[in-house]
């Protein structure tokens, strides 16, 4: 079973600090993702990677910046944390479909880390 | 642009009678459709998948949904509801050659004794 992990389930942080949300994926996979869920607008995507050191801007990336040294593990940075950014942030990965351009394996995402911003 | 709207943000029914989840995507080419489920306090996992095979597609836990193309629909359904189905639904939508997942708002499902 693949297992993505996300290192804090609660994070209480204040306006302005640098935060850093992380996410372990142990299946290999080369594509990794960030999301945000917020009641009412369902999941937004803030980046994506598909290889390491490769990132790539989703839909909402303002606010955010994202590091992948290794590939088993992605990072999501609040450069300097707001009160808009309190929120429940979910990590996914995804194998590549190889030999394709298809793109339908499945998502397998972390339990979500929940933030605070006071 | 691919979009996908969830008809019912929160939809409640009996134990024992019909799940009836609605889903409407728009797509310019034909898409890649998904249904995920979230357990409280977990992340999502996959329900079931549609890909351009059969219309009719079948998943975990009883649940199935049926791609109809003319009428831009993935409604998902269970034809007994069980208490652990309790629990929030996200239909979702990509196309061919696209990595981004685009979601639904949700749709929480609640299951009455």
């Known amino acids: 079973d693949v297992k993505v992990t996300q290192s804090s389930r609660y994070l209480v942080k204040r306006t302005g600090e640098k935060v850093f949300l992380e996410c372990v994926q142990d299946m290999d996979h080369e594509n990794m993702f960030w999301y945000r869920q917020d009641p009412g607008l369902g999941l937004r995507l803030i980046y994506f990677?598909?290889?390491?050191?490769?990132?790539e801007k989703g839909d909402i990336p303002e606010g955010y910046s994202v590091s992948r040294e290794k590939k088993e593990r992605f990072s999501l940075i609040l450069e300097s944390a707001s009160t808009n950014q309190t929120s429940m942030y979910l990590c996914?990965?995804?194998?590549?479909?190889?030999?394709?351009?298809?793109?339908?394996?499945?998502?397998?995402f972390g339990n979500g880390t929940r933030l605070t911003v006071t | 642009a691919q979009s996908v709207t969830q008809l019912g943000s929160h939809v409640s029914v009996s134990e024992g009678a019909l799940v009836l989840l609605r889903c409407n995507y728009s797509s310019s080419v034909p898409p890649y459709l998904f249904w995920y489920v979230q357990y409280p306090n977990q992340g999502l996992q996959l329900l079931l998948k549609y890909t351009s095979a059969a219309t009719l597609v079948k998943g975990i836990n009883g649940f199935e949904a049926e791609f109809k193309k003319s009428e831009t629909s993935f409604h998902l359904t269970k034809p007994s509801a069980h208490m652990s189905d309790a629990a929030e639904y996200f239909c979702?939508?990509?196309?061919?050659?696209?990595?981004?997942?685009?979601f639904g708002q949700g749709t929480r499902l609640t299951i009455n004794p």
């Open positions: 996914a990965s995804r194998q590549s479909d190889r030999g394709s351009s298809s793109y339908n394996s499945p998502l397998h």
């Open positions: 979702a939508v990509s196309k061919w050659g696209a990595q981004k997942l685009v």
């Open positions: 990677s598909y290889d390491v050191k490769m990132k």
